[in-house]
C-alpha cells in the first residue's frame, strides 16, 4: 500500500472509531431516559434522564474531534494529518481500538513526512545534478 492508501484507511479508520463511540451514547441516553420514565420513585424519574442525557452527550462530544479528523484526512485538508495525528494520540488511552488507531496515525504521520522529506530531497538534488 502507498501512503494515499494508508491516508485513505486512517481517514475511515477514525470516522468508523466516532461511530462506535456513537453507540454506546445513543444506548445510555434510550436505556436511562426509558428506565427514569417508568421509574415509581420520583427522584429516580427526574435523576436518570438527566445522567442519560448528560453521559450520552459528553460521549458525542468525544466522538466529534474523530468526525472531524477523517474528515480533514479524506479530504486532504492540511490540517486533517495533524488533527488525525491528535486525536489518534488521546485516543490510545482507549485499549484495545482507540490503541491501534492511535498507533496507526503516529505510523501514517511519520511516514507522511518522511515521503515528503525525501522527496523533496529528491527534487532538489535532480534540479542541481540537472544544473550542472
Known amino acids: 500500500m502507498d501512503i494515499e492508501q494508508h491516508l485513505r484507511a486512517l481517514g475511515i479508520a477514525h470516522i468508523i472509531y466516532s461511530c462506535l463511540l456513537i453507540i454506546p451514547a445513543a444506548i445510555v441516553f434510550g436505556v436511562l431516559t426509558t428506565v427514569g420514565i417508568f421509574a415509581d420513585d420520583p427522584d429516580v424519574a427526574k435523576i436518570l434522564p438527566l445522567v442519560g442525557t448528560l453521559v450520552g452527550a459528553f460521549l458525542l462530544v468525544l ?26 494520540l488521546l485516543n490510545i488511552l482507549c485499549f484495545p481500538f482507540g490503541t491501534a488507531i492511535g498507533g496507526y496515525s503516529l505510523w501514517v504521520f511519520t511516514k507522511s ?10 527534487e532538489s538534488s535532480q534540479t542541481t545534478h540537472s544544473s550542472n
Request: positive net charge; aromatic residues 8%; glycine residues 20%.
Open 63 to 88: 466522538a466529534i474531534p474523530g468526525f472531524i479528523a477523517g474528515y480533514g484526512v479524506l479530504t486532504k485538508k492540511k490540517w486533517g494529518l495533524s488533527v488525525a495525528l491528535v486525536v489518534g
Open 113 to 122: 513526512n518522511e515521503q515528503a522529506r525525501h522527496g523533496g530531497q529528491a
